[in-house]
């Protein structure tokens, strides 16, 4: 793909790159703290991933291959226009197979394939803030970060087990970086949170609308908050993917149509194809005739 | 004059390449990687040293600069467009020929420790000299990195820099054509 004429290379101008670079020099160095930036509009609207977009921008070499999921898919609308963005206003290589990307935007979703240490991966983040709905003002929970004071969050997960029986969050759940800083690792599922612990690879978050930046260098422990008693368990849907028969990969509920038909497939389009393409079958996948007819 | 030598090539590209490599430098405490090959900066600075400064420093960040580098003084006001400040306490980025009190470079505070110093440290060479074992975020193992140009007691004043945790001062050591990196979170034993 030919780099669009007319814009710097990777779309940010040189003095945002090196302010958004000296924003993730220090979040490595203090793992998992939020640093604010100077979050620039982008053109495409908040929420849509302009905080992954700046750090991706920031980053990204001619040399880099990189791949952009959304929720686990290469092919949704927002993971194909940050892609096509990069492509034309870098002139990048992009891929769908996470084994052949050095960069991976993902929103809320981490690959099955695990990553490697020549490999960084980019978070799309939300609302960076971990205690946002429990303490509402931005100084305070400065100020408790500063203090390491996460009692509240704690309080959170208790009632949620005095209420529910076991902690009521399925996704964005709160872990410990370096047994030091409470962080939201991005409304990736709880299934998730494992891959994040000592993970090869570098980890980066960025927030757009709320302009912080955080990360995760390699091998950094990342524990998911629990109690003794109630240790972290991560779920599931109970079924195997219909298309390719996995049984340990993240699944979407896909309704099939409007008599209660339902499919559980992989979330990670790219863990689905691969399976497909090495023979793995699942009970729901169209045999060789339906494709035919189609 | 210093101020006729050019900086990057390709600023863009260039500076890319070296941000890399100080990321990948930061991300795993103790790893070299190659930056600042074929530029031609004034002395007493090596390239290195000067790529991780054209990256990274410009006008937004005040620049504390050890007195051995006034020969260099004007290449940097020039190509960075840093403002340089007296008061070494004050700056974002120091630049030094030999370790300063690391106790007197801002250590930013307990709510933004993400506003502490950076110390750009030209060192002699790496492979040689003082082994540093480091442990800590970035590295699956203990490591270690050998540095020519570091004073004697180094790890005990790291070891009160790393105290301070979060708050502290990053550390990017420049030889030659190579960096490595000593972020805070760093433990380092020396020996």
């Excluded at chain 1, 052949?100 to 960076?128: C, F, G, M």
């Excluded at chain 1, 076991?166 to 030091?180: A, G, Q």
């Excluded at chain 2, 420093?57 to 007296?86: K, M, N, R, S, Y």
């Excluded at chain 2, 790496?126 to 570091?150: E, I």
């Amino acid at each position: 793909m030919n780099a669009l004429s007319g814009y710097n290379f990777a779309y940010l101008d040189e003095q945002t790159k090196r302010m958004i670079r000296r924003a993730i020099l220090k979040a490595v160095a203090i793992p998992g703290h939020q640093v604010p930036f100077g979050s620039r509009e982008m053109p495409l609207p908040y929420g849509w991933g302009t905080g992954g977009i700046q750090v991706t921008a920031a980053v990204l070499g001619p040399s880099d291959v990189l791949k952009v999921i959304d929720q686990g898919a290469d092919d949704t609308t927002n993971a194909v226009s940050i892609r096509r963005f990069f492509g034309r206003t870098a002139g990048v290589r992009t891929t769908t197979a996470t084994a052949e990307a050095t960069l991976i935007q993902t929103r809320h979703r981490i690959p099955e394939t695990a990553l490697r240490e020549d490999q960084i991966i980019v978070y799309q983040v939300p609302q960076p803030e971990p205690l946002s709905k429990l303490e509402p003002s931005r100084a305070e929970t400065r100020r408790m970060h500063g203090l390491a004071e996460y009692g509240l969050m704690h309080v959170k997960l208790y009632e949620d087990i005095t209420r529910f029986g076991h902690v009521s969050i399925s996704y964005d759940y709160p872990v410990l970086v370096n047994s030091r800083y409470l962080m939201a690792p991005s409304p990736i599922p709880a299934f998730d949170n494992p891959k994040m612990h000592m993970m090869p690879a570098l980890q980066l978050f960025g927030a757009g609308r709320e302009k912080r930046i955080y990360a995760v260098p390699p091998y950094t422990a990342v524990k998911s908050l629990d109690f003794d008693d109630h240790p972290f368990r991560t779920t599931r849907a109970p079924h195997a993917c219909g298309l390719c028969g996995a049984t340990d990969s993240y699944l979407d509920e896909v309704v099939t149509d409007d008599r209660g038909g339902r499919l559980f497939v992989c979330s990670d389009t790219d863990h689905c194809e691969t399976r497909r393409a090495a023979g793995h079958v699942g009970a729901e996948a169209p045999t060789a005739d339906e494709l035919a007819a189609e | 004059m210093s101020i006729d030598l050019p900086g990057f090539a390709d600023p863009v590209l260039g500076a890319q390449s070296c941000f890399r490599a100080v990321l990948d430098a930061m991300a795993r405490p103790g790893s070299r990687h190659a930056a600042g090959a074929g530029l031609t900066p004034p002395a007493p600075l090596d390239p290195a040293t000067a790529a991780v400064l054209l990256t990274l420093v410009d006008v937004e960040t005040p620049l504390w600069f050890d007195p051995g580098c006034a020969a260099a003084q004007d290449w940097i006001a020039f190509h960075c467009g840093a403002a340089t400040v007296p008061d070494i306490g004050a700056a974002a980025f120091v630049l030094a020929l030999e370790l300063p009190d690391l106790a007197h470079l801002n250590a930013g505070s307990d709510d933004g420790p993400e506003e502490s110093a950076t110390l750009i440290l030209q060192v002699r060479g790496f492979g040689a000299g003082t082994a540093l074992h480091l442990a800590g975020p970035g590295l699956r193992a203990p490591a270690t990195l050998a540095v020519d140009g570091l004073p004697a007691g180094f790890a005990a004043a790291w070891a009160d820099n790393h105290a301070l945790f979060p708050r502290g001062v990053d550390l990017i050591l420049c030889a030659g054509t190579t960096i490595a990196a000593l972020p805070r979170s760093v433990r380092i034993a020396e020996g």
